[in-house]
């Protein structure tokens, strides 16, 4: 144990306490709730840094950092469906949830198949993450219909975007062995 491990572990703590504070009756809790998605945030960040930096990559970390990451966003993405009641918003969020399932699934198979490679992280991926991260700071933070939600909404449509894109790239760059094992 270490401390980007720490760090992951602390997100997937984080994520009960999310949901707690996004549905406590206090004008402050939706700020309150945006606060912690934003720690969150940075412990991602944090735990891949300090783990590079001081040489601590486990397997263990490699496992759950990812784990961590889309469990935090699917819960995330789930409390702001049912809060937005909106098309315009489950939509979004249900192509990011769908593509975390697909790619997810993907990189498991193409890890049995000894590829993982094909499908590693790639610099889109990040940016899409890094709005997605915003798109739900900003919607957790701020009511339905505010001009910072809307601003929310939008990014989240790019994240989606860029989700669908990224998805294609990787399905594209797994295709040759996907196609062999027809």
Do not use: C
């Not at 760090?7 to 984080?14: D, E, M, S, V, W």
């Not at 994520?15 to 206090?26: A, H, N, Q, T």
């Not at 263990?60 to 009641?85: N, S, T």
């Not at 990189?107 to 610099?123: I, L, P, T």
């Amino acid at each position: 144990m270490n401390i980007p491990n720490i760090l992951t572990l602390a997100r997937i703590a984080f994520i009960p306490l999310l949901v707690v504070f996004f549905y406590l009756p206090f004008v402050w809790s939706m700020p309150l709730a945006a606060g912690l998605f934003a720690l969150a945030a940075v412990t991602d960040w944090l735990d891949g840094y300090l783990a590079r930096r001081w040489d601590q990559a486990t397997p263990f970390g490699a496992f759950l950092d990812p784990v961590a990451d889309k469990l935090m966003v699917v819960v995330a993405l789930a409390l702001l469906i049912e809060r937005f009641d909106s098309m315009w918003l489950t939509l979004p969020a249900l192509v990011i949830i769908g593509r975390e399932i697909v790619i997810s699934a993907l990189r498991e198979w193409m890890a049995e198949m000894g590829k993982r490679g094909s499908v590693a992280v790639s610099w889109l991926g990040k940016v899409k993450t890094t709005l997605q991260m915003i798109a739900l700071l900003l919607l957790l933070a701020f009511v339905p219909g505010t001009q910072l939600a809307v601003v929310g909404v939008a990014t989240l449509y790019v994240a989606a975007i860029l989700t669908l894109w990224s998805m294609v790239l990787y399905l594209r760059s797994a295709w040759p062995h996907l196609s062999r094992s027809m």
